[in-house]
């Protein structure tokens, strides 16, 4: 029976993921066949995957809350709010970060959603090909106004058309999956109430436009798939509780190392629990 882990994205609220993994590694916890992540889910897997501790926090809370990355004033005047290519590559060149490869601990698919057919496709990440990948599976539409173009197609976050992919992870055969989400327990997504704007931004880009529309039943109807999952599957929840105060664009550093040391406790109690049923 195939094992897979699931992270879903969030920008800021990946944080709590970070501490999740970070957790995981320090108990050399790697029980998984495969892992499938997008947005800040794939950045962080990326890391937990190539077994390098911390870098995610890092990332976090000392690069994602710098101006060249977040900026208001920036995106007013016509540029990024988040600047995800240059955080990804100086996070990369500072930290050293390395692409998957041949020593990683498992394989990563990354999910990046085509602009052209709305749909979310998942990508193998290799050292040649993460770069692209990750700026892509980040690169939250209006945020971030590049639309990332990758062997001549364009893409936009993973998150847009498959917010949590425990259903690819299942179609790839998984039927025991443990998904780490960004949100807390009970929360559900609400539906887009002024469409207008989303309409003249992309209504040159039909299927991309239709999918932003139904993102918010796309995710619910993911959240139905995980309290109601099919009887040849098992899944492990890890979720923030609802003292998370981590929010998409969060800048606080204390309470986003709040919400990294809430997703380590969650871990050691997820690591605890496997260990004392193994026993």
Not at 32 to 53: E, I, P, W
Not at 160 to 188: C, E, N, W
Request: aromatic share 8%; proline share 5%; charged share 20%.
């Amino acid at each position: 029976m195939k094992r897979a882990i699931v992270v879903e994205g969030g920008a800021m609220r990946g944080i709590f993921a970070a501490g999740v993994l970070d957790k995981f590694m320090e108990e050399n916890y790697y029980p998984f066949d495969f892992a499938v992540g997008v947005s800040a889910g794939a950045t962080n897997l990326s890391t937990y995957v190539s077994r390098m501790h911390g870098l995610s926090k890092t990332i976090i809370t000392q690069y994602a809350t710098k101006r060249e990355f977040f900026s208001p004033l920036r995106f007013i005047k016509g540029g990024h709010m988040t600047d995800v290519h240059w955080l990804w590559h100086h996070s990369k060149q500072s930290l050293g970060i390395t692409g998957p490869n041949s020593s990683a601990a498992m394989p990563l698919y990354v999910g990046i959603t085509n602009t052209q057919t709305g749909q979310c496709e998942y990508h193998q990440a290799t050292e040649d090909n993460v770069d692209a990948l990750m700026v892509a599976s980040c690169a939250l539409p209006t945020a971030f106004r590049e639309q990332p173009i990758i062997n001549g197609t364009r893409y936009v976050d993973g998150g847009v058309a498959d917010a949590i992919p425990v259903k690819q992870a299942y179609d790839m055969g998984a039927r025991d999956i443990t998904v780490v989400l960004s949100q807390p327990h009970g929360f559900t997504k609400p539906e887009v109430k002024s469409t207008w704007l989303m309409e003249k931004m992309y209504g040159d880009q039909p299927a991309l436009l239709k999918t932003m529309l139904a993102r918010a039943g796309i995710y619910n109807d993911t959240l139905k798939f995980l309290s109601n999952p099919p009887d040849d599957c098992k899944l492990t929840l890890v979720a923030p509780d609802s003292g998370f105060c981590v929010k998409r664009l969060t800048m606080d550093k204390r309470k986003l190392l709040k919400g990294y040391a809430q997703g380590r406790r969650m871990a050691r109690r997820l690591v605890k629990d496997t260990v004392a049923i193994a026993s």
